[in-house]
């Protein structure tokens, strides 16, 4: 088990490095912050020269890998890190230094255990792509197809784990100061990110997140999947289909090749909302980088590490919500908020509809280009406080896929309106699923269920079972044991615990002042 002073050492290194970008300037002004972490952040700051403007970016970058993705990550946060610093997250490149060809080649042999030649005829050593986890190369295989071939960066795992335990450990002493800090859940936030980085960090997982949205998008004209090499992939290296198309962020060489951009915009955003409202499985890492247009038009998605997932329940909420949003029926929305238990059942329903129609009325009606549903997203986010509304994980990555996608549509077509374009797809589908014979098709399947179920209801009393609301059960937490719980147990009291972890801190800056480290 890593020792607390290991965690604090790192936090400090990753302090140190965050207040020479200015980054941690946000965090000192914040009323919100906890002293103590105020206090850290201070010292961390000791004689450093920041910035006058913040580059957030530049901090996650420098600090590594794991920080990268994790930045990405609270890119959707504005309510946790502030708007300013979730806007320049947005900015933050998943692309580092590539591997050496020798060391990838090397890696590649040893997870198939016999010689490349067999496999592949050819390897491009110049990598097309270089992330903070895998690297991709053009290659051909053995039976002359070409592939994309991606690789997972030697050590990367053992990298992320220590780094990700060390997020735990900070996030589990931030949330137990309470105030602010226990509502916006900095842990379940923290074992999010640690769920999808699992999954991106086995190359079988997201092989099959790759098969299974093709499975789902099959019968969705203009967007497709590459076909997955499964001969040539395992945990470690995953080879698909490879792509010749124009990315999606060349708008200039899209035009010259006759595409049609407005047409491209709405297939996209129709396309997002029928995996994530029909499906209930939708691609979450859909930055530009990862979308392509083929010469007929189709787009094809690529990466799909990070994917998103939500149920029945909560796509009809979210269809309502959204739909809701569009039509100005701020009184459902509210409800269904209700409902779904997001909102603590002692504020008003009507209040938060006035605070909901604040937020939307503004943004009907108008081109994305004059305000979006960022912005939209902005505003929710700033009445959560207000309403007790705590942190809801599951739907953090549709949050950011949504703000990404309307990214992109954006850049193709300047005067897209988002909500007229999902609007015909939301009635739909509401229309569909939530309609009379929907209804009656759900009850029927309903009340057979129960009955099949019924003894086993009656040995098991409904009292132990209360009801849940949209938001799933939070997956477990890891066990951290808080430093002032420590030191109790060991006959000491935690504050001078702290004490001697502040002169220690101190002494640390200290150093990083005078030169004596870094």
Known sequence: MTRPVTHIWRLLKWG????????LRGIERDPNTPAPVKRLARLARLGTFPPATPDYAGAFRDIGPAAIKLGQSLATRPDLVGEEAAHNLLTLQDDLPPIPFERIEAAVAATFEQPLDTLFSDIDPVPVGAASIAQVHRAVTAEGSEVALKVLRPGIREQFARD?????????????????????????????????????????????????????????????????????????????????????????????????????????????????????????????GNLFVEPDGTIVAIDFGIMGRIDRRARQWLAEILYGLTTGNYQRVAEIHFEAQYVPSYHSVGEFATALRAVGEPMRGKPVSELSVGQMLDGLFAITRDFDMATQPHLLLLQKTMVMVEGIATQLNPQINMWDVSAPYVRS?????????????????????????????????????????????????PDIELVWERRQ?????????????????????GAFALGWIG
């Open 429 to 477: 589908w509401i229309r569909d699923e939530l309609g009379p014979e929907a209804a009656l098709a759900d009850s029927l399947k309903e009340n057979v269920s129960t009955l099949l179920r019924l003894p086993d209801l009656v040995r098991r009393i409904e009292e132990t079972y209360p009801p849940k609301g949209g938001a799933p059960e939070p997956q477990p937490l």
């Open 164 to 288: 990700i335990q060390t997020y735990e450990w900070a996030a589990a002493h931030v949330e137990a100061m309470g105030g602010e800090a226990a509502r916006l859940r900095p842990r379940q936030t923290i074992a999010n990110f640690k769920r999808w980085t699992n999954s991106e960090l086995d190359l079988r997982r997201e092989a099959a997140s790759a098969s299974e949205l093709a499975d789902a998008m099959s019968g969705f004209h203009g967007y497709r999947i590459p076909a997955i090499d499964w001969d040539r992939t395992n945990g470690r290296v995953m080879t698909v289909e490879w792509i010749d198309g124009i990315k999606i962020s060349k708008r200039d060489e899209l035009i010259a090749a006759g595409h049609d951009l407005e047409e491209v915009a709405e297939r996209l955003v129709l396309a997002f909302l029928h995996q994530a409202i029909s499906g209930g499985f939708f691609h979450a890492d859909m930055h530009q």
């Open 16 to 23: 140190r490095t965050a207040a020479k970008h200015g980054a």
């Open 489 to 509: 147990r060991e006959g000491r009291g935690w504050l001078g615990y702290v004490l001697s972890a502040a002169l220690g801190a101190a002494t640390i800056a």
